[in-house]
């Protein structure tokens, strides 16, 4: 005997009810985030390109959303220290942390034992920007170019230091992948931020480095370092009389530093979306446009899923990486 019609149309009903119940306060929850001041961390001292691209993104954010999103730097531990507090912290959308090449592609294969699993506890939102590397280094080297700076780094194995913001730091990671490249020598010097390594950088204290152009071109353009090649395929628009290193025999060579923000794990995916839309907002926004152009910084803004297959591909570039040059946490 079959059964009543009118049952089955009720289930039906019910669960078309449901899912527009569901369906409306998702859609009223991502309308009432934010409802008090967003925490934006940034896992590095100040002075680098991270705090750089998150406080103009930030301050565009503020804008939009009537609410403060404050910038926060939480260095220590390459990033550890930061990501394991954000990992714990109520996921409402109200705590957020930018995310790099180093916290999520490098330290997961670099250290044994980190407390979160980049794959499980954060939620990609969005990419915020691509900075070119830069390397450079001290005018007391003697070297004019990138060629005769390997050609006397191998004839002085050990005998020169480069600094970087940390270990894991984009700056760390493509010094690193230079050195397996070109068979070179030159001791890792691990500074907590980017500003503390200028400072020993500009002094003389150490003799090269890599970061983004934010950081070091107001130094470029005083004189006080030498900018000897950048990471991309191609020359910058910003610096075009520096060859990529790729040019300089090393084909396929490409670094660059990447920047985008998660949130813990278990935010709701319409504040997700939301806060996606918000940064795509932002970087759009003319302060921001202009910034990056002047910085040869690429903006992003595209839909979580697109900035999870992202750092998914650069997790095994990466790990290739740090086992074949044995990038270990100093």
């Known amino acids: 005997m079959k059964s009543p019609a009118f049952p089955r149309r009720r289930l039906l009903g ?5 899912a527009a119940l569901g369906l409306a306060a998702g859609q009223a929850r991502a309308t009432e985030w934010p409802t008090k001041t967003v925490r934006f961390v940034v896992p590095f001292a ?4 991270s705090e750089i691209v998150a406080r103009s993104v930030a301050a565009e954010m503020s804008k939009q959303l009537g609410h403060s999103v404050y910038v926060e730097n939480k260095a220590g531990g390459a990033g550890v220290v930061a990501m394991g507090e954000v990992a714990k912290a109520a996921p409402d959308g109200h705590t957020i942390i930018l995310g790099h090449v180093g916290t999520l592609a490098v330290n997961p294969y670099m250290l044994s034992r980190q407390p979160y699993d980049v794959n499980k506890d954060f939620v990609p939102v969005t ?5 070119p ?7 007391d080297v003697p070297a004019r170019d990138f060629r005769e700076f390997v050609k006397y780094v191998k004839a002085n194995p050990g005998r020169l230091n480069y600094g970087s913001a940390g270990n894991a730091s984009a700056g760390h990671l493509a010094m690193e992948y230079l050195k397996l490249v070109t068979g070179m020598f030159i001791t ?5 931020g980017t500003g503390p390594q200028l400072t020993d950088l500009l002094g003389g204290r150490t003799q090269a480095a890599s970061a983004g152009m934010p950081a070091l071109a107001p130094h470029i353009k005083s004189g006080k370092l030498r900018a000897i090649a950048v990471g991309t395929q191609r020359r910058l628009p910003a610096l075009p009389d520096v060859p990529t290193v790729a040019e300089m025999g090393y084909k396929d060579f490409e670094t660059s530093q990447w920047y985008g923000v998660l949130a813990p794990a278990g935010t709701p995916p319409d504040i997700v979306k939301r806060i996606q839309e918000e940064c795509l907002k932002a970087l759009k926004s003319s302060a921001v446009t202009e910034r990056f152009a002047n910085d040869s910084a690429i903006g992003g803004g595209g839909p979580p899923a697109e900035f999870a297959a992202f750092i998914a591909a650069e997790q095994k570039i990466w790990s290739d990486i740090v086992k074949r040059a044995q990038i270990k946490a100093d």
């Open 127 to 131: 990419l915020l920007a691509k900075v």
């Open 14 to 18: 019910g669960a078309a009810a449901s």
């Open 188 to 192: 890792h010097i691990p500074y907590r």
């Open 46 to 49: 100040p002075g680098g390109t």
């Open 133 to 139: 590397n830069l390397f450079v280094i001290h005018p």
